[in-house]
């Protein structure tokens, strides 16, 4: 089983970034893929999520309106385009699957985890 997430960099505040989880070992189609961030200091939070099995979509209060999260099934992929990016989104993201959908809203604890790719927002 495998998660990549890639897609992270250094980018100024105002700026966008698009995350990619590449997912095998898996049944991806079967599984909600979360997106999580972790800041210095500071606890773990659920940025969005995407159930495979029917596409619904959820998001963090820091991502609505400007985070947007995507799937493209038949590479195994799903995305998080971030836009307006501000300092305070700097952060280790990282992707995540679980077979229970509330596993990844309400971050009860995943069951596969990728390693993280790291986003710095400059001001």
């Known amino acids: 089983v495998q998660l990549q997430a890639s897609g992270g960099g250094l980018v100024q505040a105002g700026g966008s970034l698009r995350l990619s989880c590449t997912a095998s070992?898996?049944?991806?189609?079967?599984?909600?893929i979360g997106w999580f961030r972790q800041a210095p200091g500071k606890e773990r939070e659920v940025v969005s999520c995407?159930?495979?099995?029917?596409?619904?979509?959820w998001y963090g209060l820091p991502a609505e309106g400007r985070f947007t999260i995507s799937r493209d099934p038949a590479k195994n992929t799903v995305y998080l385009q971030m836009n307006n990016l501000q300092p305070e989104d700097t952060a280790v993201y990282y992707c995540?699957?679980?077979?229970?959908?509330?596993?990844?809203?309400?971050?009860?604890?995943?069951?596969?985890w990728g390693k993280g790719t790291q986003v710095t927002v400059s001001s």
């Open positions: 995540a699957a679980d077979l229970y959908w509330g596993q990844c809203v309400r971050d009860y604890g995943m069951r596969y």
């Open positions: 070992g898996f049944n991806f189609h079967s599984y909600a």
């Open positions: 995407i159930n495979n099995s029917d596409g619904s979509k």
